[in-house]
């Protein structure tokens, strides 16, 4: 009979193909190495202005500082295995010190004990995690009133673990407020409440919603999110149960089974090597030999692992043995699973980098930590502008197509020379800029290229005139003589 509730793993293939895409999302969305997020001002002009890019700059290599002295890269680890194999995943980010800055703190939340409520716009607005404590590790972590009588707690068991429910939630009678204010007037509140007595521990405030729940994918209507995992639940199921199958059958085909009569035996069947089996007869055990074919199993199972890590995108990630890649190979095949995982890489975009990216913005700027802001850019808006490996690879086709067009135009040139009239050579080449993921310091700002352009058409005017003072000069030269000649022609 098939086992289909089998709790043992005895194939991989899932566990390994869900890591892999799981570092991979890490590394091409969030390095850990390199810089993956730029700022920008939504008024184009200022992103050319030297003091708003000098202060813009200043802001976004602090805030990636703060995030690389922290623990996000572990807990963003830990977030991305979540999605891939559970679809849903829960993140905290708060302060290490509400009074002075020490840097921030991440923590990934277990799936099994949090549970959250999100609002009519998508964003969550309250989440409720269940924590256990020790009687020991509740008394250092509160201030426990000393006539606390704890329902269900075994006094006499330095070990029993007594549960508390910490909820996070808005206020829907606080604004958002901009200065420092106490924690209970904040907008988003928090509470450490005992579970058995409902006896509350704690109360506090954050000034941002410190909680992201990140979801693969889902469908209208839905709460959680579903994950390749899921979608492969049948396939890694089926495959386990026929992996352990296979595996017992080889067992009894190295080791078979015997057949023997009732009485053909005398004492125990001894398998060991050089062992001795006493028998009332030389043909009354024989081994039973089960079909060991396993041509069909084998190809099942290859069929399977197949389908398993193509759900995982592992066909798209890794290279061919042979024969090799060459790059364009390579960038089309990147490309593809890109448009392929679109929609969960718009979803990681809202549900997590967004609010990580403004909620780290604001912990700095509320502390201090980012530099002061120059007068005439207060009230201005700021954009996050993505540049990891996997948002750079989504723009490489609009790249191509424009660098595709230029060449065009380059080639009509030659029939057609007034075709040059039509590309802002400029704007396109900071266009490019963009879709190739280069750093703004590394083009000249606007002025900067005029004066250039200033200087080298001086430069081009002061040449022709000193190569018409020359032409004039090496003229009145002839001319001189010419006529000297004629007068020596002229004597004779």
């Known amino acids: 009979s098939v086992e289909w509730k089998r709790t043992q793993i005895y194939d991989s293939t899932a566990i390994v193909a869900c890591n892999l895409l799981a570092s991979q999302m890490h590394g091409n969305l969030t390095s850990p190495v390199v810089k993956w997020f730029a700022l920008r001002f939504r008024t184009h002009e ?65 799936i099994m004990d949090t549970y959250f409520e999100m609002g009519p716009d998508g964003v969550p607005y309250s989440i409720y995690r269940r924590l256990r404590y020790t009687r020991l590790e509740l008394e250092d972590r509160f201030d426990l009133p000393e006539d606390l009588v704890i ?7 330095v070990d029993a673990k007594i549960e508390v429910l910490f909820c996070v939630y808005k ?13 209970e007037e904040r907008p988003v509140g928090y509470k450490y409440i005992l579970l058995n007595g409902s006896v509350q521990l704690e109360e506090g405030g954050y000034y941002e919603f410190p909680g992201m729940v990140v979801r693969w994918d889902k469908v209208a209507g839905a709460k959680w999110g579903a994950s390749p995992a899921m979608d492969l639940l049948s396939d890694i199921k089926q495959l386990n149960e026929l992996v352990a199958q296979t595996s017992e059958a080889r067992a009894k085909a190295i080791d078979p089974p015997y057949l023997t009569t009732e009485r053909g035996i005398i004492g125990d069947l001894d398998l060991r090597p050089g062992g001795v089996t006493v028998v009332t007869d030389m043909d009354m055990i024989d ?15 290859e069929r399977l692992q197949e389908a398993i890590r193509s759900g995982f995108f592992i066909d798209k ?13 390579v960038n089309m095949r990147y490309e593809r699973m890109l448009r392929m ?18 909620n780290t913005f604001m912990l700095m700027m509320r502390q201090g930590q980012l530099p002061e802001l120059p007068g005439d850019l207060s009230g201005v808006d700021l954009d996050i502008e993505y540049i990891g490996p996997m948002p750079r690879a989504q723009k490489a086709e609009a790249a191509m197509g424009l660098e595709n067009w230029l060449i065009a135009i380059g080639n009509m040139a030659e029939v057609f020379p007034e075709i040059l009239d039509i590309p802002d050579i400029d704007e396109c080449a900071r266009s490019l800029q963009d879709m190739r ?56």
């Open 437 to 492: 993921g280069v750093p703004g310091r590394c083009a000249n700002p606007p002025e900067i290229v005029e004066a250039i352009r200033q200087q080298r058409a001086e430069q081009q005017q002061a040449m022709q005139a000193a190569q018409l003072m020359q032409e004039a000069g090496a003229g009145m030269q002839a001319a001189g003589e010419g006529a000297q000649a004629l007068g020596t022609v002229a004597e004779a």
């Open 171 to 183: 206020r829907r009678d606080k604004k958002k407020v901009n200065g420092i204010v106490p924690p």
């Open 151 to 157: 329902e269900g707690a075994e006094e006499s068991s």
């Open 341 to 358: 995982m679109s929609p969960t890489l718009g979803r990681l975009q809202s549900d997590f980098l967004d609010p990580l990216i403004e």
């Open 317 to 329: 990630l890794e290279f061919k043995e042979s024969p090799a890649m060459t790059a364009t190979e």
């Open 287 to 301: 081994p039973l030999i089960p079909a060991s074919d396993f041509v069909q199993a084998d190809t099942e199972r």
């Open 46 to 110: 200022l992103n050319t202005n030297p003091t708003a890019k000098k202060w813009l700059e200043d802001a976004e290599e602090r805030l990636w500082q703060v995030l690389n002295e922290s623990d996000f890269n572990n807990t963003a680890a830990e977030m991305y295995k979540d999605i891939c194999s559970f679809g849903t995943a829960m993140l905290m980010e708060e302060l290490r010190d509400d009074v002075q800055w020490e840097g921030i703190d991440f923590t990934a939340l277990p």
